[in-house]
């Protein structure tokens, strides 16, 4: 059969399921995997080998350990040793091959969360006979030059590496491209308990009727695709408060949107929303009846939380919009976790990105319409 093309369409990457997901999903059931790769995330493989019937990895240890902060690193540690015999290290691998029964899978995607569901990846499924039997050669040939890793290497390298995650660093560079948000196949990534949907959807019903919820649901959309982070980054914090009925937005140690909760009983129809501003947009409060402005510390170089009315479709003026964006990139920029990750729950990241979820969770709170 010819060679299958693997990537994201505009739907997919708008918060529908990974191909690659699928497609790799697929492929391991029952069989026995051949996996080439330097980066890894634990969590993805552990979900890659678990219905295959077999599994040998070569991959760069120090590349594999390096790409997670230092209480992962202990884990992946733990599992290599666990798995000692399965796993070979292969210094200057760069490959990222999976090949199951007569099926492989080549391309750019890293096995990790965020190569599977969060960046643009473009990878080739083979079906092809002669193609697979040439890519199990080319790897068997590779297992028996490498090896296992030694323990006592092994906790030496980990103990050894830098603590920074990233040559990067927390600077965030502004892109016109969209991103990348997609999930695993069968709702695996963002499948959360009955009382968190529950939680979720007596928040929504807050709102003044579904068109607001929509408006600022697509609000905390746009801010997500433009800072390009996914369910994964760590400086992103979507929380449900047990304070009140708010789905507040977090970018590292700071509040950069809230919505729900908080109906104007002044005006009919109309809700509150929370935005960060930079201080040099106060002069526009004008423009927006009843605003309140509330001010981060250290003053002055610290933006503002302004709380405005909005009614059922949202009337911010591009200006406005545009010093918010600004605003949310730079909180980006200051720190590289939130001091809030520990109350991200994913189920509010999924009805933000995911379109047919998102549909669900407002029929349960609005009715079908």
Same mark, same amino acid.
């Given at each position: 059969m010819n060679p299958k093309l693997i990537y994201h369409t505009v739907e997919t990457a708008r918060g529908g399921v990974s191909p690659f997901d699928v497609t790799i &999903? /697929? &492929?391991?059931?029952?069989?026995d995997l051949r996996i080439a790769c330097p980066y890894l995330g634990l969590d993805y493989l552990r979900r890659m080998?678990?219905?295959?019937?077999? @599994?040998?990895? $070569?991959?760069?240890?120090? /590349? @594999?350990?390096?790409?997670?902060?230092?209480? $992962? =690193?202990? /884990?992946?540690?733990?599992?290599?040793?666990?798995n000692g015999e399965r796993i070979h290290h292969c210094r200057d691998l760069h490959a990222k091959v999976l090949i199951a029964g007569n099926e492989a899978l080549v391309g750019s995607a890293n096995f990790t969360k965020k190569g599977i569901t969060g960046r643009v990846e473009m990878s080739v499924r083979i079906e092809s006979t002669d193609e697979v039997k040439e890519l199990k050669a080319w790897f068997d040939l590779l297992w028996s030059e490498t090896a296992s890793v030694k323990e006592f290497d092994l906790r030496a390298?980990?103990?050894?590496?830098?603590?920074? +995650?990233?040559?990067?660093?927390?600077?965030?560079? %502004?892109s016109a491209h969209p991103g990348v948000h997609a999930l695993w196949s069968g709702g695996a990534i963002l499948r959360e308990n009955a009382d968190?949907? *529950?939680?979720?959807?007596? =928040?929504? *019903? +807050?709102? %003044?009727? =579904? =068109?607001w919820a929509v408006s600022w649901l697509d609000l905390?959309?746009?801010?997500?695709?433009? +800072?390009? &982070?996914? !369910? /994964?980054?760590?400086?992103l914090t979507l929380s &449900?408060?047990? !304070?009140?009925?708010?789905?507040p937005v977090i970018i590292n140690s700071r509040i950069v949107l809230i919505g729900f909760g908080s109906?104007? %009983?002044a005006q009919s129809g109309m809700a509150s929303v929370v935005l960060i501003l930079p201080e040099s947009i106060r002069h526009r409060l004008d423009t927006y009846p009843h605003s309140i402005a509330y001010e981060f510390k250290p003053k002055p170089a610290a933006p503002l939380l302004i709380r405005v009315s909005m009614p059922s479709v949202f009337t911010f003026d %591009?200006?406005?919009?545009?010093? @918010?964006?600004?605003?949310?990139? +730079?909180?980006?920029g200051r720190k590289t976790k939130s001091n809030f990750r520990k109350f991200h729950e994913p189920i509010v990241y999924r009805a933000i990105m995911d379109s047919g979820y998102r549909r669900l969770i407002l029929d349960r709170a609005f009715g079908d319409s």
């Open positions: &999903m /697929e &492929m391991v059931e029952g069989h080998i678990a219905p295959a019937d077999g @599994w040998r990895l $070569v991959t760069d240890v120090p /590349e @594999w350990l390096s790409i997670h902060p230092a209480k $992962v =690193r202990g /884990e992946i540690v733990d599992f290599i040793l666990n390298c980990a103990a050894n590496l830098p603590e920074s +995650t990233s040559t990067a660093g927390a600077f965030v560079l %502004p968190a949907e *529950r939680n979720l959807i007596e =928040r929504v *019903r +807050t709102a %003044p009727d =579904r =068109r905390a959309k746009e801010i997500i695709g433009i +800072t390009g &982070m996914s !369910n /994964e980054d760590e400086r &449900m408060p047990a !304070n009140g009925k708010k789905l109906n104007d %009983p %591009p200006d406005v919009l545009a010093s @918010w964006h600004e605003a949310c990139i +730079t909180e980006c």
